[in-house]
């Protein structure tokens, strides 16, 4: 399960660096597009599309990055005053439901890319499968992750949770 860590760590490390490259080319894409409307007076028309879909992407792929980190938000105060046997069933639970919802995200991800694959996009002409592939590669991705948290659970302690 040590791989299984390792390569956790290791995809968010280059999901890391991903956003990076996406969130500075989504702030230099608007910045640009800003200039051209109101100081050129004419319209990239393609721009605000790229803009949005960028967005996505770092949404996506930033929900994995959060969920790696535990970044996400949580009420712990219950959880906190558990005792520690309560705390860790309960740990695992959530990474099982977790797991659960990051398959199905998985599933319908490729079936939805799949749906729309003839179609296109209507300024950059892209297919739309590829715009919308995030769906399942970020849940490919959290899935890693999660199944990663469950066996670091799993393999601790009462008394280390």
């Given at each position: 399960m040590i791989?299984?860590?390792?390569?956790?760590?290791?995809?968010?490390?280059?999901?890391?660096?991903?956003?990076?490259?996406?969130?500075?080319?989504?702030a230099v894409l608007v910045a640009v597009q800003v200039f051209?409307?109101?100081?050129?007076?004419?319209?990239?028309?393609?721009?605000?599309?790229?803009?949005?879909y960028l967005l996505v992407w770092l949404t996506f792929l930033g929900a994995s990055s959060a969920y790696h980190r535990h970044a996400h938000p949580g009420v712990d105060i219950l959880y906190n005053r558990m005792a520690p046997t309560l705390r860790k069933g309960c740990a695992v639970l959530i990474?099982?439901?977790?797991?659960?919802?990051?398959?199905?995200?998985?599933?319908?991800?490729?079936?939805?890319?799949?749906?729309?694959?003839l179609q296109r996009t209507p300024a950059l002409q892209l297919p739309k499968w590829l715009v919308l592939?995030?769906?399942?590669?970020?849940?490919?991705?959290?899935?890693?992750?999660?199944?990663?948290?469950?066996?670091?659970?799993?393999?601790r302690g009462d008394h280390d949770v």
């Open positions: 791989v299984l860590k390792k390569a956790s760590i290791r995809i968010n490390q280059g999901i890391e660096y991903v956003l990076f490259t996406l969130g500075f080319s989504m051209f409307r109101y100081v050129l007076n004419q319209s990239l028309f393609w721009s605000e599309e790229l803009a949005r990474h099982a439901v977790s797991i659960g919802l990051f398959t199905v995200m998985i599933v319908y991800g490729c079936q939805f890319a799949h749906f729309v694959r592939s995030i769906i399942p590669v970020s849940g490919v991705i959290l899935l890693i992750h999660a199944v990663s948290f469950l066996f670091d659970t799993l393999k």
